[in-house]
């Protein structure tokens, strides 16, 4: 149900808008700039899947910070 949820909906909805990201397990990345609209598709995923909005957190882990150095 995790894949389905975080693989083939927010992450396949995020690239269908040209968003980049990446999943670990319940976990979204994603560059800074684009975090409002990925809380967004999550929270609306996961209304449809799970039926309720679980409270999402923003952290800015390592990997994160690496990828300001690249034009995604």
């Not at 990345?29 to 999402?56: F, M, N, Q, W």
Request: with cysteine; net charge negative.
């Amino acid at each position: 149900m995790e894949s389905r949820i975080f693989i083939d909906g927010i992450a396949q909805e995020l690239m269908d808008r040209h968003i980049f990201c990446y999943t670990v397990h319940d976990a979204v990345g994603c560059l800074e700039k684009d975090v409002e609209t990925v809380k967004e598709v999550i929270a609306r995923h996961l209304e449809e899947a799970i039926g309720y909005t679980p409270s999402l957190k923003v952290a800015r882990p390592k990997l994160q910070q690496g990828l300001e150095h690249f034009d995604v």
